[in-house]
């Protein structure tokens, strides 16, 4: 028994001694032990045994049979499992009674209860509600309004604003108006530190983190406090040690690095050919044995140019600059005064002259610096390099044209002066044979006299002023078209012929009409029969809608079956287009862009030129489109005249220009004039001359050549040739307006005078007043 006690005691001390081995969880051991109140006793009592160590137990010699050793195992056995099973209990209490212990720790909340749902039937665990303690911060807790990222405005028509975490309203709470947030913000010094939340519906108060943090994004800050904008670079590489070991790409190496290059080898081959054939010469080595070699810097090569100019040498002293000048070098007291008010650029001299008893008693120069830097100025301006000045003729630099003298013939003189009463002349138009003309004035009179004799033949009287007046292209008959204020009167002029009076009257008045178109139009034509009609009458008139206005332009079609009026309103009535032949109208245009000024008919083309204040615009009447926008760049348009060939155009405005425009070419002008001092007023090309003319407020008249080549290649010459001078300005206003005679060069012009200019050529001989009247 004795022996199996000792084998306990070694095992239990074998066990203690592995119980100790385990590591301390701590990282370094200070050697305290934390023992219960036994092992501290019986800590205390090995202490007093003064470090002796036991005796190792007598053995028993007769236990040596094989009896007694298996009769002790069995009983050591018996017993250790004895022991292993009354630990395995303990141990087994020890860990319930930590779990359930663990249990209790985890339990944090109040335990639920478990009752039986009114609805379901079901059980179910409800659990108490939590009651803060009186002192508890409600900024703690979580947001009552559980609806999630959701449009608030989903809630704007219901008295809650969404729902807590018990699935229960959280209704919205009430606002006042504008004037109580005001007396708020007023009363309350922290009111400006609050934001609107959404999801409560009420102003909450921003901390001081979010306060600073709204103040860094207004002035371009880094939102982060803590950041560090200057903060050392880490050099990760520098240094030893911190070599880079591992490449920063681990992409293959190209197949470059160890390929050799096509390219540098044709470069090397190159190289390599021009050194064989001697294009390439190494330099020489250089040799020991040669001297030195120095290159005087400041002479020049020698050159074929003149010597550069010297330098301006400083103005000699006068008696001026003397410490004892004369007497009359000396200023007075006015002219010293006078001298220090002059500004020191317009001053004839820097000083005024001073006497000195003695050279010695002269002080130091007070301008000696000034002067030297001006002198330093003046050779650091001079000009160095002499250059050739050209000579060049002013003459050579203005294009050679042809001599007026050359290009004759052309209008000179006046010839016949026709006078309308001192009323503006706004209008005046010739009949294709050249040997009439009729014009009107303000005071509502047309006259039409003759060219040869000017000679008054007929007047027609109407209540309002004249706007515009226009014969028809025709040679077959002979009428005119007079244009008043929302009125058109077809006239016939007397002494015609049976035949021409018969077809005009057929054209003008027929005696079966022809049928009314589809779309009734707004121009109504009223016409008198061939028998009832008379000279002093209009044989047609054509009612323009009301408010149309006064007519200021009527343009005939070259074949004499349309006539276009331009009235001066800035409705879509403003442009009608007339036809004889079927006694109809219509306006052209459903919408205009900008007032229009002028309209012209193509001469060889269905083209229509439309002039509003600043742009021509090219139509196709035929199909109906818009073909091209000319710019001429003048600001009010006033006046235009196409070519008789139709590739050209020529625009005058009132702020002096005469652009010329090639239609082939380009939308902008093909040459700009500037002739006249005033407004230009009309612009008329020559049936058959290459002749054009332009009149002005200014009172004159500018004759021009203008010869337009077949050859596309060819520029048009434009020769100025001559300037008349009749007409008076009135009022502000000169020459109104011009008309060619067909068959000759001669010009008719209407001023605002009240005169009517006949202007004709040097080789033009018109009859005398006496021989007109025996003519007549």
Not at 463 to 480: L, N, Q, Y
Not at 538 to 567: A, C, E, F, M
Not at 737 to 748: F, G, M, S
């Amino acid at each position: 028994m004795a022996a199996t006690e000792l084998k306990k005691k070694a095992q239990k001390r074998k066990i203690s001694e592995e119980e100790t081995e385990v590591p301390s969880a701590f990282p370094l051991d200070v050697g305290l032990d934390m023992r219960s109140e036994d092992e501290a006793d019986e800590q205390e009592a090995d202490d007093d045994d003064d470090g002796q160590t036991d005796e190792f137990p007598v053995l028993d010699p007769g236990s040596d049979s094989e009896e007694d050793d298996e009769v002790g195992e069995n009983a050591e056995e018996s017993e250790a499992t004895d022991e292993d099973e009354v630990e395995s209990d303990d141990e087994d209490e020890e860990d319930e009674s930590e779990i359930s212990t663990d249990d209790d720790e985890l339990h944090i909340f109040p335990k639920p209860k478990t009752i039986v749902s009114d609805i379901t039937g079901q059980p179910k665990r409800v659990y108490p509600e939590i009651e803060p303690d009186y002192d508890s911060d409600s900024s703690t807790e979580d947001t009552p309004n559980r609806v999630g990222n959701i449009p608030m405005h989903w809630y704007d028509d219901l008295p809650h604003v969404g729902y807590d975490i018990d699935g229960k309203k959280v209704l919205r709470p009430a606002r006042g108006d504008e004037l109580d947030k005001f007396l708020e913000t007023v009363e309350d010094p922290t009111s400006w530190t609050t934001a609107f939340d959404k999801k409560a519906q009420m102003n909450k108060p921003l901390t001081a983190e979010e306060l600073d943090l709204i103040r860094r994004l207004q002035e371009n800050e880094v939102p982060d406090a803590d950041y560090d904008p200057y903060e050392p670079t880490i050099e990760w590489f520098t240094g030893k040690g911190k070599e880079e070991v591992m490449p920063l790409s681990a992409a293959p190496e190209p197949k470059r690095r160890w390929v050799p290059s096509k390219w540098e080898k044709q470069k090397v081959m190159k190289i390599v050919r021009a050194i064989r054939q001697g294009r390439i010469v190494p330099n020489k080595p250089k040799t020991t044995a040669s001297q030195l070699q120095f290159y005087s810097v400041w002479n020049e090569e020698p050159s074929a140019h003149p010597a550069p100019l010297p330098a301006p040498k400083p103005r000699l002293p006068t008696n001026a600059e003397s410490y004892n000048p004369p007497e009359e070098y000396l200023p007075t007291e006015e002219e010293r005064k006078q001298w220090e008010e002059t500004d020191k650029e317009d001053r004839e001299r820097d000083f005024l002259p001073q006497k000195y008893k003695a050279l010695r008693l002269v002080p130091a120069y007070d301008q000696f610096i000034q002067e030297r830097f001006s002198r330093q100025l003046d050779l650091y301006l001079a000009p160095r390099v002499q250059r050739v000045k050209l000579q060049i003729d002013p003459s050579s630099l203005i294009p050679k044209l042809p001599s007026p003298s050359s290009l004759k013939p052309f209008p000179i003189y006046k010839a016949l002066q026709v006078l309308h009463n001192g009323y503006r002349v706004r209008s005046t138009s010739v009949s294709p044979d050249g040997a009439w003309v009729v014009t009107g004035d303000e005071s509502g009179a047309v006259r039409l006299w003759e060219v040869m004799v000017g000679k008054e033949v007929k007047r027609w009287k109407f209540p309002t002023k004249i706007g515009a007046v226009e014969w028809c292209p025709r040679t077959d008959v002979s009428f005119f078209v007079v244009g008043l204020e929302e009125h058109l009167h077809f006239l016939i002029p007397p002494n015609l012929s049976t035949a021409i009076l018969a077809a005009t009257q057929a054209l003008l008045s027929p005696a079966t009409l022809p049928p009314q178109p589809t779309t009734p139009s707004l121009v109504k034509w009223v016409s008198q029969t061939a028998a009832a009609s008379s000279v002093d009458s209009p044989i047609l008139t054509l009612n323009l809608p009301p408010s149309s206005g006064v007519t200021k332009q009527i343009t005939w079609h070259r074949k004499g079956d349309y006539l276009s009026s331009v009235s001066g309103s800035e409705s879509q009535g403003a442009v009608w287009i007339h036809q004889l032949s079927r006694r109809h109208s219509q306006a052209p245009f459903r919408k205009v862009k900008g007032s229009i000024q002028l309209v012209l008919f193509h001469p060889t083309k269905p083209h229509f030129f439309v002039a509003t204040q600043r742009y021509v615009r090219l139509y196709n009447l035929a199909e109906q489109k818009l073909l091209k926008t000319l710019i001429p760049g003048i600001r009010w348009i006033s006046s235009m005249d196409v070519h008789p060939s139709g590739d050209h155009l020529i625009v005058g405005g009132y702020d002096r220009k005469l652009c010329w425009f090639d239609l082939e070419l380009s939308e902008k002008p093909y040459k700009i004039l500037r002739y006249h001092t005033r407004a230009l007023r009309s612009l008329h090309f020559h049936p058959t001359y290459p002749l054009f003319a332009s009149c002005s407020d200014d009172g004159s008249v500018q004759i021009f050549h203008a010869r337009v080549y077949n050859d596309l290649m060819t520029n048009p010459l434009i020769v100025p040739l001559k300037i008349l001078r009749g007409h008076q300005v009135k009022d502000g206003l000169g020459v109104l307006q011009v008309k060619w005679c067909p068959r000759q060069p001669w010009l008719i012009s209407a001023g605002a005078d009240g005169e009517v200019a006949v202007w004709c050529s040097a080789n033009t001989e018109l009859p005398s007043r006496s021989e007109a009247s025996n003519m007549m």
